[in-house]
């Protein structure tokens, strides 16, 4: 029999004594023991032993080279890396995220990253081949092939230590802050309990056995984490509460939530659909930077890109990776939202149930963790290690990402260039730490919400996706142009987020936020078009070099390939590419179809429309045919 009850540990706020910190730890760790069942403490043990099992596996031949330790040895399949793809999307704080998205604005709102589909689409068919073809070892090298001189060192550089450290610490410190929440609500553990106890393992496996570590830790943790989502659903969904009202069909049909289920916004209401809809679809796709759907690929995408075996594993790899990401996984969080907006209709039910909490944490992503308090044990056990899987493939991919920035683009190109590849992995080791200690000082310190960091990630990036997409295919862009594009985005978005309230900038239609993001974007393109007109283009030795290993073709090399020509050198070597634009556009839009479809057919059976479901999926099936049909017809290697 227990001395004190699990709900009096849980929500017991912590005094200090004479044992000082001791007590303190111990305290938790009872308060810990206590919540999970022995049953769950196996499973758990059972998956953390799994885990540092990959990392030890794949540790044998991680430490021959960076390729190795970086990209696999380049030889990874598709169904592997894209399954990768999708397990570090899938990180702890998504749920969290798409659960703030719901309870605030509906299902809906989940068009502010819904809209990225686009910019996969278009990674797919167009960037996907481009990136493997380069053969480079982070897309950071990319900079010193398209461009030349000191600017492309500067621009590959800078953006190593800035990307490497600020921006990914940025993204694993709003990942860590789920945890916090996740720990805080379900276990009862202090913040610096859930850093350390969540970052010793993910630290562990991916320092050992590199990005293959990673990559296999990634396949069996999205299956951990998947399970995990459904079953939570199913539990919420089970709750006295919503069983009350008829289940899954009595929630979609429950007049207190019958706001929140649309797909779509309200189209007659333009302040709703316009900033939710049509700003993410017109301007979001093309025009934001953001890590994961990049436009023209990028950051760990690339990487995963730049693994793969040859071309057509890298666009295998992408496409798989954005139907899972946008049709497959969305439903199990969406259904737990809904059901805590019956269960928790207001954030002082949570904080009622959990007055331990504290306050800053207390915002509406944190009612996917209440929700699955409600789960029983062995069961509890099995979503803590899905939620733990997570939190580790996230953490695991951005961990190896940023230190592959570090090493490779710093500290071997401007600290140390003779540097051996045994001294390089020992670096990639060491920052994979400090990287991870960085991140989660950030989630104890700065960080309050999973839609704070989101936003702040968007602004600072706006702008500056259309140079990411058109510099492959237009010769004039030049080192210049990135560097004006990167100092008028930083300068604009501290301005509008230091000095303007959203208050100040908000009209009749669009919302504070959404009116800084035009804005951002408005200026720094225009910047970033005017100084590429005006500044000399790159050498032509370099311009031609990075033709003739890429291949890009199209009108915006004419004049270069033109010259290349009359100069006895065609920079295609021969080999007489075809421009296969317009057929990859066309792939574009049919493979949007497909997974819109795809995701909406599903949503149509969990809201009991069977008609609707049923047809849309159908037309799915439909474009999916055709988009292999078009696919088999590309020249990929």
Same mark, same amino acid.
């Given at each position: ?5 699990? #709900? ?21 760790? %009872? ?24 990392? =030890? =596996? ?20 598709? =169904? ?6 999708? &397990? ?11 659960? !703030? ?12 990253? @819904? ?12 960037? &996907?081949?481009? $990136? ?17 001189? +000191? ?40 913040? @610096?309990?859930?850093? %350390? ?13 590199? *990005? ?5 830790? #990634? ?21 006295? /509460?919503?069983?009350? %009202? ?39 796709? @093309? ?6 759907? /990049? ?35 969305? $439903? ?20 009622? /149930? ?51 920035? *570090?090493?490779?683009?710093?500290? +071997? ?14 670096? !990639? ?26 936003? *702040? ?5 706006? !702008? ?7 510099? $492959?295919?237009? =010769? ?5 142009? /990135? ?32 009116? +800084? ?10 910047? @970033? ?18 033709? +003739? ?41 049919? !493979? ?46």
């Amino acid at each position: 029999m227990h001395l004190i009850s699990k #709900d009096a540990l849980r929500n017991a706020p912590f005094q200090e004594n004479n044992n000082g910190i001791f007590s303190y730890i111990v305290f938790h760790l %009872i308060s810990f023991f206590m919540i999970l069942a022995t049953v769950d403490w196996i499973i758990i043990s059972i998956f953390f032993v799994i885990v540092l099992g990959i990392g =030890w =596996w794949a540790s044998r031949t991680a430490g021959d080279s960076t390729e190795e330790f970086f990209l696999g040895g380049r030889d990874m399949p598709w =169904w592997l890396l894209g399954v990768s793809m999708v &397990a570090c999307t899938f990180s702890a704080d998504t749920p969290n995220l798409v659960t !703030g998205f719901v309870r605030e604005n509906g299902v809906a709102k989940n068009w502010a990253w @819904w809209a990225f589909l686009i910019t996969g689409m278009v990674t797919v068919f167009i960037y &996907a081949r481009l $990136w493997r073809k380069s053969n480079i070892n982070t897309d950071l090298e990319f900079y010193e092939i398209r461009y030349g001189g +000191k600017l492309a060192s500067f621009l590959r550089g800078f953006r190593a230590l800035y990307l490497g450290i600020f921006f990914n610490c940025l993204i694993m410190g709003s990942v860590t802050l789920a945890a916090i929440k996740i720990g805080g609500v379900m276990l009862g553990l202090e913040p @610096w309990v859930v850093v %350390i106890g969540a970052s010793i393992v993910v630290v562990m496996y991916a320092a050992l056995g590199g *990005i293959k570590g990673v990559v296999w830790a #990634d396949f069996f943790q999205y299956g951990i984490a998947m399970f995990g989502a459904v079953y939570a659903a199913y539990v919420a969904v089970s709750q006295p /509460e919503i069983v009350e %009202i008829g289940g899954l069909s009595g929630l979609i049909n429950d007049p207190r939530i019958s706001d929140k289920i649309s797909f779509f916004p309200d189209f007659s209401d333009p302040t709703v659909w316009v900033p939710l809809l049509l700003i993410p679809l017109a301007v979001q796709w @093309w025009a934001v930077w953001y890590p994961g759907a /990049e436009p023209g690929g990028g950051g760990y995408i690339a990487q995963r890109m730049l693994s793969a075996k040859n071309e057509k594993n890298a666009v295998g790899a992408t496409l798989f990776f954005n139907f899972a990401h946008y049709a497959l996984r969305p $439903w199990p969080w969406i259904i737990v939202a809904l059901a805590s907006l019956i269960i928790y209709p207001e954030l002082s039910d949570i904080q009622a /149930e959990f007055p331990g909490i504290d306050p800053k944490y207390l915002k509406d992503d944190i009612a996917y963790p209440a929700m699955l308090t409600k789960l029983g044990p062995g069961w509890l056990g099995l979503v803590v290690a899905s939620i733990i899987a997570a939190y580790m493939s996230t953490i695991g991919t951005h961990l190896n990402w940023g230190s592959s920035y *570090i090493v490779n683009d710093f500290y +071997k190109r401007f600290v140390k260039p003779h540097a051996s590849e045994r001294e390089m992995v020992r670096m !990639g080791r060491i920052t994979t730490v400090l990287l991870m200690v960085f991140a989660g000082t950030l989630s104890l310190t700065i960080l309050d919400n999973a839609t704070e960091a989101f936003n *702040i990630l968007l602004l600072t990036g706006a !702008g500056s996706g259309a140079v990411y997409i058109m510099r $492959w295919f237009w =010769w004039r862009i030049n080192a210049i142009t /990135e560097i004006i594009t990167m100092v008028v985005a930083t300068f604009v978005a501290l301005i509008l987020v230091l000095l303007v309230e959203d208050q100040q900038v908000e009209t009749a239609i669009l919302d504070g936020f959404t009116v +800084k993001l035009l804005i951002t974007v408005g200026i720094v393109t225009v910047s @970033w078009i005017v100084t590429t007109l005006i500044t000399k283009p790159e050498n032509k030795e370099v311009l031609r070099a990075f033709y +003739k290993l890429t291949i890009p073709g199209g009108p915006g090399w004419k004049k270069v390939v033109d010259a290349a020509i009359a100069d006895g050198d065609p920079c295609d070597d021969g080999h007489g590419v075809t421009w296969q634009m317009p057929k990859q556009i066309l792939l574009v839009f049919i !493979g949007c179809i497909t997974i819109y479809t795809s995701l909406f057919g599903i949503g149509g059976l969990v809201y009991g429309n069977i008609i609707l479901g049923v047809g849309l999926l159908t037309l799915s099936s439909i474009c999916a045919y055709l988009l292999f049909q078009i696919m088999s017809k590309l020249n990929l290697d």
